[in-house]
């Protein structure tokens, strides 16, 4: 086909935040629209950090979940493990073997995870040959990253390049990254980044008494009730405005300003704006789960799917490889 290949990888850690939905999940749904798109579980990744069989099998369908609930559709793109595809292990193996120790010690990702205490084992150290395996084994030609993840795209690039010169071919494509400019960083319960590792988030699925106490809980400033309020600097005002309509915005603006409004008053507009944006998916996650067998099998009729496409890319390979 002449649709440009997408390609993106969502890690089963756990349950989804708003950070996660509009930094992330947003793009990828808009994607499945744009052209022939290939997202996979990333569990071969997870198990770098999260050595629970039982923990990986249940957040792999959690996040299978989460994701049909809010709208990612196999009729419109190709969800999937990452280890229904073996094919990934293969070309992840052969491009290690191009693969300068070098370039990983540069690697700043790596570096990160150290630094917050993960285990520096080699499944953690060559993450990034594993990733460019993932990318490189559809014949990607766009990566939607942050800008964050810049790096391990360059790395897939060059490791792509490497092969094609070392064996003489246009035999792995290099993909573009495409950096998703980032709604403004969704600020957490704290005011500080919405993040699992900072334990301030609200998550997607939350609703009722545990959405509503995390609302709550969103730190402000201590002005009364009556007291004029600043917008730009609140964290709850920073929410809403993902949330609200232009009209909306405006309104509870203009309360800030006037005073007479207090904070209680914006968290309960947050709270029913929260609720109300996810209530369908909300509803959808219940039915889907419900009947996990057919989640399952999407996922592998996704994997089928991906695996076709990932012989395709390997047979090649594999030949002028000598393997
Ligand atoms: P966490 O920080 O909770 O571990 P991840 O690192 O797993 O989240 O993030 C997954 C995706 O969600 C990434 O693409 C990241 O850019 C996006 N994301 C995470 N937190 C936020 C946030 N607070 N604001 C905007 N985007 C975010
Ligand atoms: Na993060």
Redesign the pocket.
Known sequence: STKKTILSG??P?GR??????????RQHLEFQEKGDAFYFIANYHSLTSLQDGKKLHDYTLDVALDYLALGMDPEKCTFFAQSDVPQVLELSWILGTLTPVSLMEKGVSYKDKIAQGLQPNIGLFTYPVLQAADILIYGSDIVP??A??KQNIEISRDLAARFNHVYGGEYLRIPEPYI?E???????VDGR??????DN?IEIFDSGKALKKKVMSVVTDSKALEEPKDPDSCNVFALIKLFADEQKIREVRENYLSGGYGYGHAKKELLALVSDYFKEARDARHELAKDPDTVRDMLREGGRKARVRAESVMEPVREVAGI
């Open positions: 969502i890690q850690s989804l935040h708003l950070g996660n939905y509009f930094g992330a999940i990253v942050g964050d993840q998703v980032s709604v403004a960083t969704v600020p957490g980044k919405m993040s699992k590792s900072y988030t």
